[in-house]
């Protein structure tokens, strides 16, 4: 089974794939925790990336397609995964429907977290990781709207749009997440 989790930056997409994928045992998938990975190991592309990241941009598309293109051939993979944070532009869906078709994997639930922005910024001031400060976080969510918020319709369009109340304790929003994956699986 394929996931995708969308919401904006702090909306709890990570916090709540990784109760999925302790549940489910599928793979967890984030784009953002791979590029702080790269980052960290001083890669090329980290340190490339974190360009972008560290000014609140998007990655551009080639790079984040390339990494999740090369995770997806990985066998754990086969059983299930739950994207977070990818796709993030009408290009990136795109490329992820060419490489879930190669594999014949079908993408069957994407759950789009809703948080208010007051809450995000109080949410990623408490986090404080280098990206989460105020104007950061602006343009992180000029971004979303500009770029992500568009998947809302492509996905909405198919069929498989989830919009999942990210407000209230995570095991609240867990269990709205757990009702929402129970109506599609079999
Ligand atoms: P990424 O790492 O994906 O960050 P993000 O989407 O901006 O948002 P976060 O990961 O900060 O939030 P989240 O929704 O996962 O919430 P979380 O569970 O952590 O991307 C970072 C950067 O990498 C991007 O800006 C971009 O540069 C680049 N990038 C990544 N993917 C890309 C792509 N596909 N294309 C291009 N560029 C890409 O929760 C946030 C905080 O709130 C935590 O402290 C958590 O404990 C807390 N929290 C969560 N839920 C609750 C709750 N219910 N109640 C109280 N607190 C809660
Ligand atoms: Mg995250």
Redo the contacts with the bound molecule.
């Keep these: 089974m394929r996931i995708v989790?969308l919401?904006?930056?702090?909306?709890?997409?990570?916090?709540?794939a990784q109760r999925l994928k302790d549940q489910l045992g599928f793979v967890h998938l984030?784009?953002?925790?791979m590029?702080?990975d790269a980052r960290q190991a001083q890669t090329p592309l980290g340190i490339r990336?974190a360009e972008?990241?560290e000014a609140?941009?998007?990655?551009?598309?080639d790079v984040?397609v390339g990494i999740v293109a090369d995770r997806l051939d990985q066998a754990d993979c086969e059983n299930g995964c739950l994207f977070?944070?990818?796709?993030?532009?009408l290009s990136?869906a795109e490329a992820l429907d060419e490489l879930l078709a190669e594999r014949n994997m079908p993408l069957e639930l994407v759950l789009t977290?809703r948080v208010p922005d007051k809450l995000i910024f109080e949410?990623?001031a408490?986090?404080g990781?280098s990206?989460?400060k105020p104007e950061t976080i602006r343009e992180?969510l000029r971004?979303y709207s500009a770029l992500t918020s568009p998947l809302l319709d492509y996905y909405r369009k198919r069929g498989i749009l989830r919009l999942i109340d990210?407000?209230?304790?995570?095991d609240?929003?867990f269990s709205r997440v757990q009702q929402a994956v129970a109506m599609v699986r079999h």
């Design positions: 989790f919401g904006p930056p702090g909306s709890g997409k990570g916090t709540q984030s784009t953002g925790d590029l702080r990336a972008f990241s609140g941009k998007l990655v551009p598309d984040v977070d944070g990818f796709p993030r532009t990136q977290l949410r990623l408490e986090r990781r990206d989460d992180r971004q990210g407000v209230g304790t995570k609240e929003v």
